[in-house]
């Protein structure tokens, strides 16, 4: 991912009143291990590698919003599962790592 970027979703996170504060270091590192995917796969692939991070980019927004949309915030995260999808055999630890977001982020009750 760009470094400007993931800045921008840091400091959106930081922001956030819907995330914990015990949770966002944990959101951090999901984000640096998603953003080490990305860098991966944009070696074999830029344009499929851009739409994972602009999903990610979507769904940090959505979740970091004062007042979450429900429905939008749904389809962020829903296109960035989609995103990762085909690379279930070629790139296992991005898909993993999308699952381990989306996990994160349903179990902190966004």
């Known amino acids: 991912m760009l470094k400007r970027t993931l800045d921008q979703i840091e400091t959106k996170i930081k922001d956030s009143p819907n995330i914990p504060e015990e949770k966002k270091k944990e959101y951090f590192d999901l984000l ?6 990305i860098n991966e796969l944009n070696k074999s692939d830029h344009e499929k590698a851009v739409n994972v991070k602009e999903f990610t980019k979507a ?9 979450i949309n429900p429905k939008l915030f749904r389809n962020a995260l829903d296109g960035l599962s989609a995103s990762v999808q085909e690379f279930e055999v070629s790139h296992p630890r991005l898909v993993q790592t999308v699952n381990s977001i989306c996990t994160f982020l349903s179990k902190i009750g966004i």
């Open 59 to 67: 769904a940090a927004y959505e979740s970091a919003r004062e007042e």
């Open 32 to 37: 640096q291990e998603l953003n080490a995917e």
